[in-house]
């Protein structure tokens, strides 16, 4: 193949004084669409640097020059430029943007291996250059091939899902299980590779981010990075898009007439440190509203089950014309659920009026009631692994092995939440992350999900109880003994099962001495 004269790399191709080609580059950084040659810079460095992993001399085919430029009213200054070999200019294509009409008509003029260059050996395999060429025209191939297939993809898995969701047979097999019926399809399915993939895709969701590191993933089918599109976002691999297709085929069906896009958006946090939250992309009438990551929380109500039929009725009304949400528009779907004064007042009563009148109500019954009290907002469902907690709590003997396996996380995290106050009272808790007056707290890493159930739970029996011993302004080790017997009550804790509660908050032995003895090694 013959390079045409009119080629841009050709004209600004210039001769050393033995006759080899050579190109400067200054006008390579034209040439390949650079605004600045500061910008132009950062290929170069790499460019280096993969030369020389390469075992190229890069002295030889990087020369660096210095030469004087005008800068106006005659003056000069020098500045530097490297006169670049075609191995060079290579190394730096390879490094610039590939769909970049420029950076594709640059290696198909360097890699030409008709090019006269005045008998300069050749340190690169061009035939390698030319099969990555085509190679990217491949991949150009398969992700317009990928996005032709995406709308059948996702009417396929919206009419799977909907006859799946009739099968009630299906969903006692997934509580059975101990998961909700959308992880348990997918296992069944095969999507996910195992049950420890279920729950490495719940973990992800709970942590709203996505860091690129396959190790955190567990199980979970098809997360490995795939590269970069032209923005910088992340593409994950096809088999990935099952899950995102799941997602997008309950949101269009929620919401009908609307439709979902998804991707996935780097965001920055204060480490400077990338993440990857899942973003969803709400299409209207051709206009593109970002929800990002209310839309996470939107999913995590999808897959988790708390979505109710009261909130999708919200949703409707509210998504009609969607300009610029206010504050009070949001519809959050994490942990903004808390009980009101005359729902809790009426489970104190209630509770108290057994007692008068010599109910044979076991704590256990008490207990559900907690339970379904708090599940009238609609963001706690009782299921099955409620079940679990139960035996857990009856049972101290489990408590190392659930702890280590991290199994039974409800009742990990009800233990946790429960006795946050003990753990702020006691001064061991980053007060930083607990924040009484907005219903938050205990949200230490890993259980960044705690504070979803901590809001639900604060506004119950046992929150108000530990706020009034707060307002009667006892000592702190009253409101702790107190606290304790409350929730020894309520569940009827086992004797030993201050050791589970030690364990799971990591308390100092100091701290508990006089508490332990205090409440009766309870």
Sequence with gaps: MKISDKSPFEKIRKFDGQGRSYWTSRELCAALGYSTYQKFSVPLAKAMRSAE???????????????????????????????????????????????KKEVQAALEYFSSVSIDFDGAECDVNCQEVVSEMEKDKIRERNREHWKRLNDEASEFYKKKMRLLDEVEDFKADASFHGNKA????????????????????????????????????????????D????????MFNEEWKDIRYYVTAVLENTFPGKSFTHRFKPTNNANNHTYWPFWITLHEDEDIVEVGARAVRLIRSIYEGYLENEDVEALRKRSGSRKEPQEEDKIRFSADVNFTKKAYQELLEEIGQMSKKGKEKTNKEMFEKLLEKTTESGYLRKEKHYEAAWRIVRNADVKERDLQQKTNKQFIYMIRLLLGYMQFYLGTLDTSKCDIEHNRGVVSPPYTSISKILMTMNGGFFGETI???????????????????????????????????NDTLGLPEKKWKTFKDKCGNG
């Design 53 to 99: 992993a390469d075992g190229i001399n890069v002295d030889e085919h990087f020369n660096l020059m210095v030469e004087m430029v005008g800068v106006g009213s005659g003056a000069r200054r020098s500045v530097e430029n490297y006169h670049l070999t075609r191995e060079a200019c290579i190394f730096i294509a390879r490094q610039v943007y590939a769909k």
């Design 182 to 225: 959308p992880h348990h399809m997918m296992y069944k399915l095969g999507t996910l590779y195992s049950k420890d993939g279920c729950r490495g895709y719940e973990f992800l969701i709970e942590y709203d981010v996505y860091e690129p590191v396959v190790g955190i993933y567990y199980g979970c089918k098809g997360l490995i990075l």
């Design 227 to 234: 590269g970069n599109d032209e923005d910088g976002e992340k």
């Design 467 to 501: 706020r009034k011993l707060c307002d009667s302004k006892k000592d702190a080790t009253s409101i702790i003994i107190n606290s304790w017997k409350i929730l020894q009550t309520l569940l009827d804790l086992p004797k030993d099962a201050w050791k589970i509660v």
